[in-house]
């Protein structure tokens, strides 16, 4: 990856996925105290990211000062698309695990080279689908998001030449770089061959398909892999404990880009005159105070826009930095609505440290739950996920709710471990490391491609939680099984223009 001395907007055939949305120069930034960490600082052009119709979402509006993997180009194939490996035989991308060997390219000089490249990571999620269409016959399904490689440099399936959605796109004017349908014969090698394009790879059409599903991205040792038969972009590499992610907001990557300008970006978008000040949304994508947040201090800024622009916002974490900005947020609560929620899955401190590498201990983030009760605030603690038979014992469930009730929480929300397609391979590699006894009930529990626990497991936990919460007064109404509950006061809920709230949402992103 190349980010010293970019300059944005550019065709670069090497920018990495995402960049097209940003201006300005780009400076990768490393330093003693976050060993092993990249900062790559941005200017970005827009704060403010609207949720797509088409999403699930029960809020409208959130601001990431922050962005990792999970936002460049991740999740966007068809899980049927098929991936040339290096064994000369070409397999469905839904098929690849981490640690298969693959066909990607290199450059050198000007010319690109086929070469062997592992598969480091594998993410799956659910997205609109496109299809591309080939003068070949060659046909992708995949996201709007998606790059492919031109003779012009890489391009999204989809974009716009100007506004918002400006970016390098697709067009009948473009022509993809492969060998395209016919694929390469088995018998003949291709490692170390030159590209060549001899196969009519002109684009004849992209078409949005109308409906969502199931797509599947990987990352790879070259940054790209070739997806039948013409070279794709990757997804943006994440850090090893974030393979391990259990929920949303587990985000200590190690390359992070900051958006270093996000406050003031933010203050002109609220200034518009067609701001309608709706709820915002911070940290349910991204934590808003990750460690980055204590080099950066962006969290202040964007605080203070939302509060002076009459906006509510909510703010969801994991960081114990929010500790610094109390005096601030109860500055903001005067003048509009907000609430505090902290994400708090593990109270066992070996445990927690093994699958949550990098995060506050258990005890950190309770006593931020306490500072904020001080402050004036009702604080939600998110119990979840539960992991079961590890966390969801009756003596480990009371502990933590006496633990989250003795730091002054107003309520809990609770949910099972949800394995989505993305994660569950990494969180049995977990499992088979840390406790290889409980593989086979893991297995029995989310079997195939499974993502949530059976129905009678969750009603079990519930039917064994609920009585504890009411015992120590955290009876807030429970989102895990009444997703479509407003929360009562205390506490300000916000209505965003779709029927759920804010900690609706953030509770399935878990």
């Known amino acids: 990856m190349r980010w010293n001395g970019q300059e944005l907007g550019t065709a670069d055939a090497d920018a990495l996925p995402g960049l097209e949305h940003l201006s300005g120069l780009v400076r990768s930034v490393t330093t003693p105290e976050f060993a092993g960490m990249t900062f790559h600082e941005v200017l970005a052009r827009s704060a403010l990211n609207h949720v797509p119709q088409t999403s699930a979402m029960p809020f409208d509006w959130t601001v990431n000062p922050y962005r990792g993997c999970s936002h460049a180009c991740s999740y966007c194939l068809s899980p049927d698309t098929m991936v040339l490996c290096a064994d000369g035989r070409h397999r469905a991308i839904e098929s690849l695990i981490v640690g298969d060997e693959i066909i990607g390219t290199v450059r050198e000089g000007s010319y690109r080279r086929y070469v062997r490249t592992p598969v480091l990571a594998r993410w799956a999620t659910r997205k609109p689908a496109h299809r591309v269409a080939l003068a070949d016959g060659t046909e992708l399904v995949a996201s709007g998001d998606h790059r492919f490689l031109t003779r012009r440099g890489w391009k999204h399936v989809t974009g716009a030449m100007r506004g918002e959605d400006q970016r390098p796109c697709l067009t009948t004017d473009d022509e993809l770089v492969g060998f395209g349908h016919a694929l390469v014969p088995t018998a003949e090698p291709i490692e170390g061959t030159a590209v060549t394009t001899i196969a009519d790879l002109r684009v004849v059409s992209v078409e949005p398909l109308g409906t969502t599903i199931d797509m599947i991205d990987i990352t790879t040792g070259t940054g790209d892999f070739i997806a039948n038969g013409v070279i794709s972009h990757n997804c943006f590499a994440r ?272």
């Open 239 to 510: 850090g090893t404990h974030e393979y391990l992610d259990l929920d949303a907001g587990h985000d200590f990557d190690s390359q992070i880009v900051v958006k270093v300008n996000v406050a003031d970006v933010l203050r002109r978008e609220l200034a518009r005159g067609t701001w309608r000040h709706e709820h915002v949304a911070l940290g349910t994508n991204t934590d808003p105070y990750q460690r980055a947040e204590g080099r950066y201090r962006l969290m202040p800024g964007i605080i203070s826009a939302l509060a002076e622009s009459g906006t509510p916002f909510s703010i969801l974490t994991k960081g114990t930095l929010l500790r610094r900005d109390l005096p601030l947020l109860q500055d903001a609560a005067s003048s509009v609505d907000l609430s505090l929620s902290m994400s708090i899955a593990v109270f066992d401190d070996a445990l927690q440290h093994s699958i949550e590498p990098g995060t506050p201990t258990a005890q950190a983030r309770l006593d931020t739950v306490r500072a904020a009760t001080d402050a004036g605030f009702a604080v939600t603690v998110f119990l979840m996920p539960v992991l079961p038979h590890l966390t969801d014992t009756i003596p480990a469930i009371d502990e933590a709710l006496r633990r989250i009730r003795d730091a002054g929480a107003r309520r809990v929300i609770f949910g099972a471990l949800h394995l989505r397609p993305g994660v569950k391979p990494w969180f049995l590699q977990w499992l088979e490391r840390e406790h290889p006894e409980l593989v086979s009930s893991y297995r029995a529990l989310y079997p195939g491609a499974a993502a949530q626990a059976p129905k009678a497991y969750r009603s079990w936990l519930a039917n064994r939680v609920r009585p504890l919460v009411r015992r120590y007064g955290l009876d807030g109404r429970l989102e895990e099984e009444q997703p479509r509950v407003r929360p009562p006061q205390p506490g300000p809920v916000i209505r965003t223009g779709r029927s759920q709230t804010a900690d609706a949402a953030a509770a399935r992103l878990f």
